[in-house]
């Protein structure tokens, strides 16, 4: 599967932002879905995920209640609405897909991943 992120860009604290994340091929509902990222000088860090299903939803617990994922099986697109940005919120962030089993929340542990977008939040 092949993934390609959007929807970053330059944002006030306190505003929104909402990533997508197009996935080529027809088996796009089989993959838990995966949203990471990276600042300067950091590693990548795990932000938010969802089942294949959408059942359930797992969060880092500093975007827990700002930040919701989702995902549109239908339209091969999972998405994130960042609410509330913050300063620190500033990364590249990436997408990722793992194909069943549990739902991991570190990036060895997923399949496939794409180019990433960078959010910058100012303050």
């Known amino acids: 599967v092949q993934l390609q992120a959007s929807g970053g860009g330059l944002v006030q604290a306190g505003g929104s932002l909402r990533l997508s994340c197009a996935a080529s091929?027809?088996?796009?509902?089989?993959?838990?879905m995966g949203w990471f990222r990276q600042a300067p000088g950091k590693e990548r860090e795990f932000v938010a995920a969802i089942t294949w299903s959408a059942d359930d939803t797992y969060y880092t617990n500093s975007v827990k209640g700002r930040f919701i994922i989702s995902r549109d099986n239908a339209k091969n697109t999972v998405y994130l609405q960042m609410n509330s940005l913050k300063p620190e919120d500033t990364a590249v962030y990436y997408c990722?897909?793992?194909?069943?089993?549990?739902?991991?929340?570190?990036?060895?542990?997923?399949?496939?991943w794409g180019p990433g977008t960078q959010v910058t939040v100012s303050s």
């Open positions: 091929g027809r088996t796009f509902s089989r993959y838990h």
């Open positions: 990722a897909a793992r194909l069943g089993g549990l739902v991991p929340n570190t990036p060895v542990d997923y399949d496939y």
